[in-house]
Nanobody, 116 residues
Framework: QVQLVESGGGLVQPGGSLRLSCAAS????????RAWYRQAPGKQRELVAR???????NYADSVKGRFTISRDNAKNTMYLQMNNLKPEDTAVYYC??????????WGQGTQVTVSS
């Protein structure tokens, strides 16, 4: 199995920045997709950003130009750099890993609150 632990969430004012981290352990070979999702109260979970094993990325339209997904293979860690945060970014953020194009793993989630 793959274990994922998120960190870096917190309270930030509009226009501020946060960097979320997701540390992976366990059987981490054959990772095909790494992604960040978020879920706001009363709303469905949505894909925020995705990165493939080759480094290709894609983003939700709502975060393009503000968020950046990346990975550090030496640390077995993925990141979500969030800049120019808006109140509508408030949500619980989850990291997600797909191994061998079929096995799905999730972190426990970290709260991001954007408020004055």
């Amino acid at each position: 199995q793959v274990q994922l632990v998120e960190s870096g969430g917190g309270l930030v004012q509009p226009g501020g920045s946060l960097r979320l981290s997701c540390a992976a352990s366990g059987y981490i070979f054959g990772i095909s997709t790494r992604a960040w999702y978020r879920q706001a109260p009363g709303k469905q979970r949505e894909l925020v950003a995705r990165i493939t094993s080759s480094g290709s990325t894609n983003y939700a339209d709502s975060v393009k130009g503000r968020f950046t997904i990346s990975r550090d293979n030496a640390k077995n860690t993925m990141y979500l750099q969030m800049n120019n945060l808006k109140p509508e970014d408030t949500a619980v953020y989850y990291c997600n890993v797909v191994r061998d194009s079929s096995w799905d793993y999730w972190g426990q989630g970290t709260q991001v609150t954007v408020s004055s």
